[in-house]
């Protein structure tokens, strides 16, 4: 059965505090890596997919890279308003592109 | 376009009742799903439409629930005879292609009291 796990499950950072969150997937024959965001109260928002080992993609103040058995979500000098659930998946339905997520970080960023 | 719509926001109703849920998704999107979200947890994964045809179920919805998209637009998800492992937040999420990710709408939470 198809597998994310999500680390750390909570993060503290202070504004300006760089860090990486951690997400390990399972599925052989990576069909596709997603990242979302997802505030309280709110449906996820899409932030990036990757496809294969050592690709990369940016967005302001995150980035997300691929290893064969993992992903990181660097975020360089995080604002309060990055404070929010990050949510990592693999596509585990091929073509039908069902999602299989982790639990999640809780990341909350001090002013 | 104004993103996916889910209606209602909120809905609370008693064990055994049947509740109805309505989601529309972006206009030219024609793949259309369904997750469940419950506290402290990522989405799961229900079911999934390629515009009216329903092509995937998870082995997680019981056959109390029940999913349709008439005419490739807009979707219902019904739940029969609620019970209280029922209450979580019910996404909808649309996409034209999957590898641009999905656009979720914002939910409706379900409480059955």
């Known amino acids: 059965e198809d597998q994310v796990t999500q680390s750390p499950e909570a993060l503290r950072l202070q504004e300006g505090e760089s860090s990486s969150l951690n997400c390990s997937y399972t599925v052989s024959g990576l069909r596709g890596l997603f990242w979302y965001r997802q505030d309280p109260g709110k449906g996820p928002e899409f932030l990036f997919t990757l496809y294969s080992a050592g690709e990369e993609k940016e967005k302001e103040r995150l980035k997300a890279t691929l290893t064969k058995k993992e992903s990181f979500l660097h975020i360089t000098a995080p604002k309060p308003e990055d404070s929010a659930t990050y949510l990592c998946?693999?596509?585990?339905?091929?073509?039908?592109?069902?999602?299989?997520f982790g639990k999640g970080t809780l990341l909350t960023v001090n002013p | 376009d104004t993103g996916v719509s889910q209606n209602p926001r909120h809905k609370i109703t008693k064990r055994g009742q049947n509740v109805t849920f309505r989601c529309d998704p972006i206009?030219?999107?024609?793949?259309l799903y369904w997750y469940r979200q419950t506290l402290g947890q990522g989405p799961e994964f229900l079911t999934y439409?390629?515009?009216?045809?329903?092509?995937?179920k998870s082995r997680l919805l019981s056959d109390r629930f029940s999913a349709e998209r008439p005419k490739g637009s807009f979707s219902t998800l019904e739940i029969q005879r609620t019970e209280q492992g029922d209450s979580a937040m019910y996404l909808c999420a649309s996409s034209e292609q999957g590898d641009y990710g999905y656009t979720f709408g914002s939910g409706t939470r379900l409480t059955v009291v």
């Open positions: 998946a693999e596509n585990s339905g091929g073509s039908n592109y069902k999602l299989t």
């Open positions: 439409f390629q515009n009216e045809a329903q092509l995937e």
């Open positions: 206009s030219e999107h024609n793949r």
